[in-house]
């Protein structure tokens, strides 16, 4: 990624943390970590493979709720661009872009796609997604749970996240994204 005086929220979403950072240039400004992620958020709230309304709708309340420590201090504090830096990122985008849900990448529309896929799957074990790898079947619930507690710091909703230009093994999020309870 270039160099810019923008300030950047970068979320790297990974099997047993979330790392939140505000950061401009080569200077970190704010720095959080929870310890819960992808793998973790799976075997938590869908250890037997089972993935149902009420499981997903208690995984995001209580994100929501680890996220509030510090997401209205990290709102006020703003950012111009997000990026997403995760192998959870590439996962999700080369979900939504294979199955055709999206051709920007990650953007609420598509998680909110492959959500109801999960849903109807009902099960890891009867998962079947276009880009989805063998290896992530098994813990792939728990990633779109973090990816749709989004608000944005002005409020509004927009694309989560877009692939485009950006290198193989990150996904570039629109301003705002990655923060909050909405």
């Known amino acids: 990624l270039p160099l810019t005086d923008e ?7 990974g ?5 939140f950072i505000i950061g401009r240039g ?6 959080e970590s929870l310890q819960v992620g992808c793998i973790a958020s799976t075997l938590r709230f869908f250890e037997d ?7 997903w709708k208690q995984a995001q309340s209580e994100i ?8 209205a201090h990290y709102r006020e504090r703003g950012w111009s661009e997000a990026i997403g830096s995760s192998g959870t990122m590439k996962a999700i985008g080369g979900i939504v872009q ?8 990650i953007t609420a529309e598509s998680l909110a796609t492959l959500r109801e896929a999960l849903l109807r799957a009902g099960s890891t074990e009867q998962l079947s997604l276009p880009g989805l790898s063998s290896d992530r079947v098994g813990v792939i619930a728990g990633a ?3 990816c749709s507690i989004d608000a944005n710091s002005d409020g509004s909703r927009h694309p989560v996240a877009t692939a485009n230009d950006v290198p193989e093994d990150r996904r570039r999020l629109r301003p705002g994204v990655g ?4």
């Open 49 to 55: 493979g089972k993935i149902t309304s009420r499981r």
């Open 64 to 71: 929501a709720v680890e996220l509030q420590q510090f997401g």
């Open 98 to 105: 294979a199955s055709g849900w999206s051709d920007q990448g």
């Open 15 to 19: 099997g047993g943390s979330t790392e």
């Open 144 to 146: 779109p749970a973090w």
């Open 7 to 13: 300030k950047r929220l970068v979320v790297d979403i």
């Open 179 to 182: 923060i909050g309870t909405s």
């Open 26 to 31: 080569y200077e970190a400004l704010e720095r």
